[in-house]
């Protein structure tokens, strides 16, 4: 039997961060209806806090999550439980690294992993996943419902930070909640300049892969995540009509 939403003031705090996570990438292109999802590993060993379903990105708060066991079985919360919560436990299950799992259609990185060409460092945004490139997951169209399914992406994410679904959508992850928004950003992104520049006719060249790690570590160190987390955040403030706070 499930038990009422009861986090610890820790969990709650953490979960209230995930919460605007959902809303700034609605923000960004990752909305479609209720559908999308992000998730943390519960710090307590239990599973993982995962939306619930029926609620667009941008109706998210801290209250909207289920405590969900690995093996799917609801532990707290109120609510439908996503039908892909296999992609979520999957992944936890394969990387101890990663504390955060998302999904959404994002429409570019969705376009784009409908195609068969790789998703290159041919901008800024784009070296975010210089070291290990971004996988497709081609194996169905279909959502990712079974366990089986789980452990085909979470097999095919392999080290990576993302992963495209093909014909369905992306999955991300990071290792806090700041590195799972700027990932999820930075694939649409890194997949929108792509598109246009391949759809420009233009000759390009793809950047050599050390250099393009080594900018990656140049660019994005952890005072460039953290500033990027606040500013993002100030951008839901205004876009919901509050004061910026001071996160």
């Not at 959902?22 to 992000?38: K, P, T, V, Y």
């Not at 667009?56 to 799917?72: H, K, N, P, W, Y």
């Not at 649409?188 to 990656?216: M, N, R, V």
Request: proline share 5%.
């Amino acid at each position: 039997m499930r038990e009422p939403f009861n986090p610890s003031p820790e969990i709650r705090a953490t979960l209230n961060d995930l919460a605007r996570v959902h809303r700034i990438l609605e923000i960004e292109g990752h909305g479609d209806m209720s559908m999308g999802h992000m998730s943390y590993r519960d710090p307590e060993g239990r599973g993982m806090w995962l939306k619930r379903g029926h609620l667009a990105l941008s109706e998210v708060q801290a209250e909207d999550f289920l405590l969900v066991t690995l093996d799917g079985e609801v532990l707290q919360g109120e609510g439908f439980r996503h039908l892909e919560w296999p992609l979520h436990a999957e992944i936890f299950k394969a990387r101890p690294d990663v504390n955060f799992v998302g999904h959404s259609h994002a429409h570019y990185a969705t376009v784009f992993g409908a195609g068969q060409n790789e998703l290159a460092p041919v901008n800024n945004h784009g070296a975010w996943f210089a070291e290990h490139g971004v996988p497709r997951f081609d194996e169905t169209s279909h959502i990712i419902t079974t366990v089986d399914l789980g452990i085909a992406v979470a097999r095919d994410l392999g080290a990576a930070e993302a992963i495209l679904l093909a014909n369905h959508g992306i999955a991300f992850t990071g290792g806090d909640v700041r590195e799972l928004l700027l990932c999820g950003i930075f694939l649409e992104w890194s997949s929108k300049f792509q598109i246009d520049l391949e759809s420009s006719g233009a000759k390009f060249a793809i950047p050599d892969h050390a250099e393009s790690i080594e900018k990656h570590g140049r660019i994005y160190p952890e005072p460039a995540k953290e500033n990027y987390w606040k500013y993002f955040n100030r951008l839901l403030d205004i876009s919901e009509g509050r004061e910026p706070q001071a996160i």
